[in-house]
């Protein structure tokens, strides 16, 4: 099993940039893929990012491409999200999830894991 833990969220003026964590306890974090999420009031949980595993692989959806990039530390058992050129659409909370595989997933029924969730607010 994992436990997830996001940080690095906050208040951020349009045009801004922030870097979300997420860090996992266990020792095979390395052998899951992440994926990342944000659900914005009123509205249902949106993919954002899916990473591989080794880092190797990733997606981007298309509403963040350009803007937001996913990289990851295994030494660290972190994840990260880079969002640039915020937008006050883009608050929202941001979740990580991890699944166990080879693959990358963009569907939320694919991930088992799921952290609490950081608040994102894009103020214009």
């Known amino acids: 099993q994992v436990q997830l833990v996001e940080s690095g969220g906050g208040l951020v003026q349009a045009g801004g940039s922030l870097r979300l964590s997420c860090v996992a306890s266990?020792?095979?974090?390395?052998?899951?893929?992440v994926g990342w999420f944000r659900q914005a009031p009123g509205k249902e949980r949106e993919f954002l990012a899916t990473i591989s595993w080794s880092g190797g692989v990733t997606n981007l959806s298309d509403s963040v491409k350009g803007r937001f990039t996913i990289s990851r530390d295994n030494a660290k058992n972190t994840v990260y999200l880079q969002m640039n050129s915020l937008k006050p659409e883009d608050t929202a909370v941001y979740y990580c999830a991890a699944e166990l595989g080879a693959s990358i997933y963009s569907l939320e029924h694919q991930y088992n894991y799921w952290g609490q969730g950081t608040q994102v607010t894009v103020s214009s």
């Open positions: 266990g020792r095979t974090f390395s052998s899951y893929a």
